[in-house]
């Protein structure tokens, strides 16, 4: 009897599934590691209509955050500062700056009717529209501006420097006593780091009267 093929052919079969098993977990590593938001969101940096430095007015000025995003402590978004804001302080301060062109804009008026349009600044921490995070509540919970948004205080340029995936605030969800602050301690204090003491005193406070309760569940740490 003629053999039509070696005998070695027998394991072609295994070689490719294996193979094909192989190829599978290779895009399903890419996929989870490449396309997760810490590659594609975290380092988003983008250019606003205005060069407005953050390092300059948060940082060397030492203006505080909700100067300009007053809503914060009241609803659930920080809310952009309008021209308003910003003009309340450059129609003195640098009032000529070529920088401010766009700003100066805005407030231009024909027969005394304002006809400036509005500046779109572009917004940097996107969130699906299924999301809903609110920055009074954890405001309320004394969690700084810094954990969410980084040290923003040094950037010329504002960037996202978390991935702020539904993973990464579970993270934080199931112990957050790294992040609630003491009550003495403001939350736009960039620079504050958490220390054993606070971190003591946030668990207590998350824990409530039970300490059987771990990981801390209660609701009112959070939702006062």
């Known amino acids: 009897m003629t053999v039509l093929f070696p005998k070695w052919t027998n394991k072609v079969p295994a070689y490719l599934a294996l193979g094909a098993g192989g190829a599978g977990l290779f895009v399903v590593l890419v996929i989870s590691f490449w396309f997760s938001p810490k590659h594609t969101d975290v380092g988003y940096q983008p250019y606003q209509p205005i060069a407005y430095s953050h390092k300059l007015h948060a940082g060397s000025l030492g203006m505080d ?5 007053r809503n ?6 920080a809310s952009i500062p309008d021209a308003d804001t910003c003009y309340g302080c450059h129609k003195v301060i640098k009032p000529d700056s ?10 231009a008026e024909v027969d005394g009717v304002r006809v400036g349009k509005p500046i779109e600044w572009v917004k940097v921490h996107l969130l699906p529209d299924y999301a809903y995070f609110n920055h009074a509540v954890h405001m309320r919970a004394n969690v ?3 954990s969410c948004h980084g040290r ?17 605030c579970l993270e934080c969800h199931r112990d957050p006593s790294e992040h609630i602050r003491p009550l003495d301690v403001s939350v736009t204090k960039m ?3 958490a220390t054993p003491e606070s971190i003591d005193a946030a668990k207590k406070l998350l824990v409530g009267d039970d300490p059987a309760l771990n990981p801390p569940v209660h609701c009112s740490a959070c939702h006062r």
């Open 65 to 69: 955050c909700r100067y300009c995003h």
């Open 72 to 77: 914060v402590e009241e609803g659930a978004t």
């Open 98 to 107: 070529v920088k401010l062109e766009l700003l100066r804009s805005a407030f």
């Open 144 to 146: 700084g501006c810094a």
């Open 152 to 168: 923003v205080d040094q950037m010329e340029i504002v960037r996202q420097v978390e991935p702020l995936s539904m993973g990464w």
């Open 191 to 193: 620079d504050w780091e």
